[in-house]
């Protein structure tokens, strides 16, 4: 048993530097995309539109919002599934990630994930239609507000949908970004 914590925690050092040490894209063209390996694409899309919001994130909103669709794209949906995966769409929406919404819909319907859409666009009509419930406790905003919310909202149902379709996300974002490098072009 000793031996797999230390594999395990070796692995864990391992992947931590990896990700410490990784390139980060200040500009992106057609070869550059081509270069970045499959495993590494997403996130180096993820972390070039960070690179443009800097450290000011009062801006994340306008700069999110002034890029390319292809770049929104990538960012809604990446951070629509890290969400729902964490905490549900509950959290997608208390949390700033729910302001893209409509593009990551737009996006999985790009990205030929019309299921995900459906099941997006299902949960915005619910946050909507609980609108002034959400809005209670986001005005308490604390972390017992959030954690009680949960009982308060169907959205948790549409967790279950989300998880059910199946379908690798990342390689619809991949695949799409190999398919279109030129739309991830900037500096």
Do not use: C
Not at 47 to 74: C, H, M
Request: proline share 3%; hydrophobic share 35%; aromatic share 14%.
């Amino acid at each position: 048993m000793e031996s797999d914590d230390v594999d395990f925690e070796e692995t864990l050092r391992k992947s931590i530097k990896e990700f410490k040490n990784r390139t980060i894209y200040t500009s992106l063209d057609p070869d550059t995309i081509a270069s970045i390996p499959d495993d590494k694409l997403e996130h180096a899309i993820i972390d070039y539109i960070y690179t443009k919001i800097g450290d000011d994130w009062d801006n994340q909103r306008e700069v999110v919002d002034a890029l390319p669709a292809s770049f929104r794209g990538i960012f809604a949906t990446w951070w629509l599934e890290a969400e729902v995966n964490n905490g549900g769409f509950n959290q997608y929406f208390w949390n700033p990630s729910g302001y893209w919404a409509e593009d990551a819909i737009s996006a999985f319907h790009e990205y030929g994930a019309d299921e995900y859409a459906e099941v997006a666009r299902k949960a915005v009509a619910m946050f909507l239609a609980e609108a002034e419930t959400h809005k209670e406790f986001r005005e308490l905003g604390t972390l017992e507000a959030f954690s009680e919310s949960y009982d308060h909202t169907a959205l948790g149902d549409l967790d279950n949908e989300f998880w059910d379709i199946g379908e690798d996300l990342s390689q619809k974002r991949i695949s799409y970004i190999r398919e279109n490098p030129e739309k991830f072009t900037g500096n």
